[in-house]
């Protein structure tokens, strides 16, 4: 099926090309803003100039965000750079999300596919909106001069009104909506210096907040259509069981149930509500067949890891003679890594909504990728695209989870509306229990690593295996991310190594699992960001100095890893004295093209828990568009890190999962949160991701600084597994 979604979504080769080009070059105007979008919304009576913005007669300015909005802030940050350069009040800002459309609202860093991840949206967005900005705000510009005629070079804009000083003209934008939308699109526009800049590297505020905090905002499970349906799937318990016999009869019996039907999936109960499908779900008699399932537990897993790591996987950074330069080092260290296998946990529980016709199909859900979910759906429902409307809501957290590549969610829901003929809105809810049992997974990984120094403590060779599932083998995504055999997402943070080491060897095993697997906050480097880390805090003290200064003595080709990690040691008085029993230690690590260092300090009293007291964050991820943001999603990258360091183990055992709920799957609890304090680097670089860089160095630095509080290194995670009582 997935073959099949490749093949209907495949753009023409001039179009591939045109897009693949310029995603890594800059923008062109004409080329990234949709201009057929633009003249079916003028159509409609609001001045659309773009497929980006809508004016409307009452002043209004909507920005049609491409990417979904699940908390991260993104409504907000793409509206503040559109914004920006229409000189709009953002008072009369309005955002609404995009319809699905792969060939207008393309991620321009993944070429014809549109979709929200690898912390892309503002930095693949940033051009393209401020070309789409500019361009409504040169239509408004030639409106006013015609108008009033002017020379256009005399009219200013601000604040969302248009002036002409001369004249003592003025006008709100709705005034000359329709003038503008008569006008022909200007073939280039001038970008503001960034020195002139009101809104972006301000602290707008969210456009999202008011909505949210008056429980007004509509998420999937707030959408009720008329005579819509609930249904539940019983899922195989073992991954890649399958349903033997099904006993459906007591859950027809159930009231409100309306329908038992068998999909690809599993069993789907339908009913007049959540409970009632609830029940008829737990009435199912169901016997599965686990002869091809994954049945072993965790710990068979990890002991097959261990045994593959004992020879040479398969090379993703070879520099220098690593062998020869540990037999030569004055000094050889090495350590082992366990990392369980981690849910996503969005407070939301999955849901989607679908209402399927003889002729058409209406999706409404939390689309993460809404070019796979709408192709997914055509391909289920045998609709040509076209007929299939995918709706983005609002979503409650991802972390990754919604962004699969046979677009799970919306497949079931599809797959339960057609086996139920299409009678009526059908509405597939996945339980929490569902998810953490039956849901995808950051994959468990084993590391080994050996370093060594030579006499005068430098680091001369080192040797990195990884051993792990890959998330992408056997998905669409394959061609692109793995590479000589190695899934780069198995191996980023470890095969970038931005320290200056000459002779290194960076291998992996890729392994062959039964677990359905998924990237998760910031993907590989949530496990070799640790690594790496902590095991150069091991290094640092084998050679006698001190871990900031023997990491910034390998940083000198990186300035950017290296000012962070001032940036953060500084803000954090590091050198300073900890009381006993309690300590501090420091991290820093790129991903998405952000740096960022984190400096936290602990403490670990006699029961041996451990509380983060406080963490210093410094970040340089480019211009900064809107800092509240930014700090947000650093806060949130360190909360939702610490919860998994701490707390979280997804664990099988039998081939069962044995967690189901965050009683026994632990998000960081509000009253666990440290105090954060984040330093923003001022840039004038374009501006990168900020949803996942917070995330991998908190775990190294904490880790760190539980070392340099009780002397105890912990190399497998969650540290909940260990008991510190003794330190």
């Not at 709100?172 to 503008?180: H, M, P, Q």
Request: proline share 6%; aromatic share 6%; glycine share 10%.
């Amino acid at each position: 099926m997935l073959h099949k979604i490749t093949q209907a979504a495949r753009p023409s080769r001039r179009r591939f090309l045109q897009t693949g080009a310029l995603a890594g070059a800059g923008l062109v105007i004409g080329l990234h803003l949709p201009l057929r979008a633009a003249k079916s919304a003028a159509a409609g009576g609001d001045f659309a100039p773009n497929a980006f913005v809508r004016i409307a007669k009452d002043d209004s300015v909507t920005i049609l965000a491409k990417h979904i909005e699940f908390g991260q802030g993104s409504h907000t940050g793409l509206a503040t750079i559109l914004a920006e350069e229409l000189d709009a009040a953002w008072e009369q800002v309005r955002v609404e999300a995009a319809p699905a459309n792969a060939e207008v609202y393309n991620n321009l860093h993944w070429g014809p596919f549109q979709g929200t991840g690898g912390s892309s949206s503002i930095a693949n967005s940033y051009e393209q909106l401020r070309r789409a900005g500019a361009m409504a705000r040169a239509l408004l510009v030639e409106a006013a001069a015609q108008t009033w005629g002017v020379p256009d070079t005399e009219i200013t804009v601000e604040k969302g009104r248009v002036h002409h000083a001369g004249s003592g003209k003025s006008s709100s934008f709705g005034a000359l909506a329709e003038k503008a939308a008569s006008l022909p699109t200007p073939a280039e526009v001038v970008l503001k210096d960034p020195k002139d800049f009101s809104l972006i590297g301000t602290r707008v505020p969210r456009l999202d907040s008011r909505a949210k905090t008056r429980g007004e905002a509509v998420f999937t499970m707030d959408l009720k259509l008329p005579g819509m349906l609930t249904a539940l799937i019983a899922r195989p318990p073992r991954f890649g069981g399958k349903a033997k016999t099904v006993k459906s009869e007591a859950a027809k019996a159930v009231k409100g149930v309306t329908d038992v039907v068998e999909t690809p999936r599993g069993v789907a109960v339908v009913a007049e509500g959540f409970w009632a499908a609830k029940k008829g779900r737990d009435a199912l008699e169901i016997d599965w067949d686990d002869s091809q399932a994954e049945t072993r537990g965790s710990a068979e897993i990890m002991a097959q890891y261990k045994e593959l790591a004992k020879q040479p996987g398969n090379p993703a950074l070879t520099a220098g003679d690593s062998e020869a330069a540990l037999a030569a080092a004055d000094k050889v260290l090495e350590a082992a890594f366990e990392y369980p296998f981690l849910a996503h946990a969005p407070m939301e529980p999955l849901d989607c909504v679908v209402d399927l016709k003889s002729d058409s199909c209406e999706i409404w859900t939390g689309s993460q990728l809404q070019t796979g979910d709408h192709m997914a759906a055509a391909a289920i429902t045998g609709l040509p695209p076209e007929k299939v409307q995918v709706h983005t809501l609002l979503a409650g957290g991802s972390f990754g989870r919604r962004a699969t590549p046979d677009s799970d969610m919306v497949s079931e829901a599809v797959m339960v509306a057609k086996a139920i003929g299409g009678r009526a809105p059908v509405k597939v809810i996945w339980t929490r229990e569902d998810d953490i049992q039956g849901g995808r997974y950051r994959p468990m990984y084993y590391h080994t690593i050996r370093a060594g120094l030579n006499a005068e403590g430098r680091l001369v060779g080192w040797q990195h295996r990884i051993v792990g599932q890959s998330i992408v083998q056997g998905t669409p995504f394959e061609g692109a991310l793995v590479k000589n055999g190695i899934d780069q997402t198995s191996v980023e943070g470890a095969s970038n190594l931005p320290y200056a080491i000459p002779n290194v060897l960076v291998d992996l095993h890729t392994t062959d699992v039964k677990v359905p697997v998924l990237w998760w906050r910031a993907v590989g480097s949530t496990h070799t960001a640790y690594t790496v880390e902590t095991f150069l805090d091991e290094l640092a003290e084998a050679a006698g100095k001190d871990p900031v200064e023997f990491r910034l003595e390998m940083l000198k080709d990186h300035p950017r890893h290296a000012a962070v990690l001032k940036l953060a040691a500084e803000k954090a008085g590091w050198g300073k004295s900890m009381p006993k029993g309690k300590g501090i230690g420091i991290s820093v690590h790129e991903s998405f093209h952000s740096f960022v260092a984190q400096a936290a300090e602990v403490s670990v009293d006699g029961d041996g828990a451990i509380t983060v007291d406080k963490v210093v964050c410094a970040v340089d991820c480019g211009r900064p568009v809107n800092p509240d943001v930014i700090v947000a999603q650093m806060e949130g990258g360190i909360g939702y890190g610490l919860g998994a360091i701490l707390h979280d183990a997804i664990t099988l055992d039998g081939g069962r999962v044995e967690q189901s709920n965050f009683h026994d799957y632990l998000p960081l609890r509000i009253e666990e949160m440290p105090e954060v304090e984040v330093h923003i680097v001022d840039s004038a670089e374009a501006p990168t991701g900020v949803g996942e860089p917070g995330t991998p160095p908190i775990g190294p630095a904490v880790a760190n600084a539980v070392y340099n509080a009780t002397g105890r290194r912990l190399r497998s995670l969650p540290f909940a597994r260990h008991d510190l009582t003794s330190t």
